[in-house]
């Protein structure tokens, strides 16, 4: 598994970090494969927390703030992943897109896209 490096960030960087994918972790079902990437990254940035707690604090930098969805798209999202109970989605802070998955193990079924109305499309499509 690829180790996700976040030791380049100031304490206030891991703070946003770390709230923007639990919140994209929210309306991932549990047991789906979608909340797997998500959870690594939240790991790796408690990791640096608690290593920091140990160590004198450096100067924090600007924080870079990422991009948050549209509150009209997550709603829509959301009521789509209802209907679609096979599928998991999340927003993807870094790369500012939507991540969506079927969950079944067997299925190559996966879109991502910064416009939600694309992704919505194609779960509909494919369900």
Do not use: C, N
Request: hydrophobic content about 35%; cysteine-free.
């Amino acid at each position: 598994m690829r180790e996700h490096d976040v030791t380049a960030l100031a304490a206030d960087e891991l703070d946003y970090a770390r709230r923007e994918l639990a919140a994209s972790l929210a309306p991932a079902r549990p047991g789906s494969s979608v909340r797997t990437p998500i959870l690594t990254r939240i790991s790796a940035i408690d990791a640096e927390l608690a290593r920091r707690s140990t160590r004198p604090a450096r100067p924090q930098s600007s924080m870079h703030m990422a991009s948050q969805p549209a509150p009209e798209d997550t709603t829509r999202i959301t009521g789509i992943v209802r209907e679609h109970q096979q599928w998991s989605v999340f927003w993807d802070p870094k790369y500012h897109l939507w991540r969506a998955a079927e969950d079944d193990p067997d299925s190559e079924l996966y879109a991502e896209s910064p416009d939600a109305a694309t992704v919505i499309q194609y779960i509909t499509a494919h369900s």
